[in-house]
């Protein structure tokens, strides 16, 4: 009788049978098709490409010209077989013709799925097959690889083929110049990495300052291989382009480093005396002793004492109970009164960290209020009061106590992020220093992510803690999540070895559904169960007797590593041991690439962080397959499971054979953090001594679920990053289309228009809803243009009828300009002036939604949902950013000329003819000259110390006219 597993079993995978009875009529289409071109000759079969072009024109489908497409690209690669290429400076022979499988596989990207497909299958062939078929309408289509390497190499390889059916191909690089780019991208396929695409978007639609400049022509169709490391993986942190920032005051990140690096020394100390004392009393007052290796927990949970007395399952089981107790509403306040004990506790599991009243005492023992942020409302509505001072003098003492409020939350914030870098980021694991610089080290493919910094001040305090030159922070000028650059692609697909695992995450961003192709010939790998130790010791000593044990009779090794520190220490111990080897911390692409391909040599030892070399295949030596094939040894589970069966997936290519095992610790920050509970804890309160190990399939299963637990927790993190980005996408397309707009419109005076009339209409609007007075909004206008309007000529008008009259005054002021300069040369300062003004305060928009990012979650301790507070308040100062652009493009219209005797001429005349009233003469500068008098602001008027400043300079009002002492405005 079946059971419930059996029948579920029985289920599993039954889609990907049916669409494998789905390709088979279309696959045997496709070897009809072969068959009959076998008697074209190649010129014949290159003007099939010609043939299908007229036929897609002619109303034909893609999928009805499928069958014929693909069996030309396979006829083509039967008729280069045996030829030889330079690819990449080698030599190197084409064997390719695709199978049936990989005919599926072609069927399956067309279809816009993404096709699993295990390594050494031909996935970089597979791509050929949709890739002409889609570049047959005339749309440029692109393959996005994991690094420039392996772009340029599958471009010159698979560009043979494309080449021979009369195909162009291009390949993006970093550091090609824009007319290399849009070469390339002008080639029917085009291959490169999604930082680079994704630049290139940003750039054309946030940078470019012509049409010519822009380098990409759209987003028709696009496979990314290796789907899951791009689209999973690197999700998490979005494409920014950034530049220096003006900033005010450095924080003070060395001058606190000192401070924090002896508080994190008290810390270390004040742990070592809880954990000694926990030992002393462990057998006569358990409970008491619980509680201190709780607090130490907190406190520092890497602390190596407290992670070797976990390794006893019943005590790590017993405190995984009590902390489950502390955060319950009875045990509350006792769980408060341990945290107290600290300087600070640290989250692991949420990468936080909290100063408690202790640490802030120690830091600051003689001001008790040193981290206590002032109520700003009641202290200027207090100085507001005080009817005895001068205006101004009051306005200086708000600033003064507003700069006060700023240093104290910066000296918090700084505080903050250098205990995160002290206690959470370790060198060599999160990061390594190389010439100087803090450089990120991608913790799932363990490479440095040059040019990468961490946001917030982190990357700073990093700097602070090594002792580095701290560098200022950036600003952002164009940003984008990876989602939802994927997403802009009318087709899009994927293919890779793993992607089952993540189907679901696929399906609800993308909309991709995943088809698990079969491979060429069965499968020959043996996964052996995963061995656990007790420690780190233990767990290396066992890799290097299984090492010296296949390298003993001549097989090769691929021993994976979560992070360069595990690397590095191998390497030593390889090098004690005098043991021949290569280490690849996945730095040099192109090296990683041509060593990963000899780890099939005869007794090779290869070191190698876990996806060091993805993409290339790696060939097993002769008489290596009767040795068992190559030997793949992980040194720890990584927290995806994906990345774990890409390390499995490294051997056993093609029907090789090969084999498999993880080797794991107690102390390894899976099994501390997310595997201590259930059936590994069961069997840790058994007998489990140091140099006893354990592998049983239990084991497997219960490290399964734990990596489960991260990967929701991940995806949770990348969903929640989506979320917030979707707000910023839906105003990224607004803007970016009335940019785009602007930059290809021949003549940009409507749009210039169309700002104007509503910028006019929100001024009135104002004075409809009594938020100001006409008296001071048409004295407001006389110093946005050369105009003078009196209030009883437009008092009795409605708002469309003085917003139509204003407009009148200005365009007649605007004739004159026109008068005077070039009619090329106005457009195209037009343009600018619309171009600089979107640019100016979109940059400045996204440094504020940014902020409000990282502040808004702290709403959901007033019981709010912070994701509803952001799509408001976003919506709010999107509105206000409009507003913005609208007013600078009236404040720029005259005060900007082609050239400075343009300007003065514009002067003279507008002076000769006016009509009354004071107009505010405008003194001449350089390419952006700022009236003189424009500093006397209304006196009803209000602007905000971060609004711009009314006076056009471009700046803030409180790096301009706000500063005290100068200028006439009020705030």
Known sequence: MWGLGSILRSFSGRHHRRFARRCGPLVKKIHRWDDAYASLDDGELAAKTGEFRSRLEAGETLDGLLPEAFAAVMSAARRLCGQKFTVCGEEMEWQMVPYDVQLMGGIALHSRKIAEMATGEGKTLVAT???YLNALGGENC????VNDYLARRDSEWMGKLF???????GCIQSGMDSAERKLAYGCAITYGTAAEFGFDYLRDNGLAQSPEEQVQRGHHYCIVDEIDSVLVDEARTPLIISGPVEEERRAPYRELNGAVERLTQLQLELCNRLVAEAREILEKEPEEALKKLYAVRLGMPRHRQLTKLLESGAIGKRLERLDGEMNSEMRREERFRLKELLYFTVDERQNSVDLTELGRQTLYPQDPDAFVMPDLVTLHAEIDR???RDPLERQREKLRRTEESDAIGERIHCIGQLIRAHTLFERDQQYIVHEGQVIIVDPHTGRAMVGRRWSDGLHQAVEAKEGLEIRGENRTYATVTIQNYFRLYERLAGMTGTAETEAQEFHDIYRLSVVVIPTHRPCRRRDENDEVYKTRREKYAAVMRDIEEAHGRGQPVLVG??????????DKMLQARHLPHTVLNAKFHEAEARIVAQAGAVGAITIATNMAGRGTDIRLADGVAALGGLKVLGTERHESRRIDRQLRGRCARQ??????????SLEDDLMRLFASRGPIAALLDRTFHEGDVLAHPLLNRSIGNAQRRVEQQNYGIRRRLLEYDDVLSVQREILYGLRNEVLRAENPRPTLEEFL???????????EDGAATLEATLAQLAITFPIAVEEKFVEPLDREERVAAVLDRVFLAYRMKEDLENPDDLRRLERLLLLHSIDRHWQGHLTAMDDLRRGVGLRSYAQKNPLFEYKAEAFQQFVQLMDAVRRDVAHGLFRSATSLQTFQTLLEKIYRNRSGGNIPQPAPGNDA???AAAAAVPKSATVGRNDACPCGSGKKYKKCCGIPGRGSGRV
């Open 129 to 131: 097959l949709p890739l």
């Open 142 to 145: 692109q393959l996005v690889t």
């Open 163 to 169: 080449q021979f059916l009369g195909l162009t191909v």
């Open 386 to 388: 005080d009817g005895g």
């Open 561 to 570: 590593t979560t992070a360069v520190e595990a690397s590095e220490l191998l």
């Open 655 to 664: 029907g090789d054979p090969g084999s498999s095992k993880f080797y794991i």
């Open 757 to 767: 009339r509503d910028h006019l209409r929100s001024l009135f609007q104002a004075v």
């Open 929 to 931: 000259p700022r009236p």
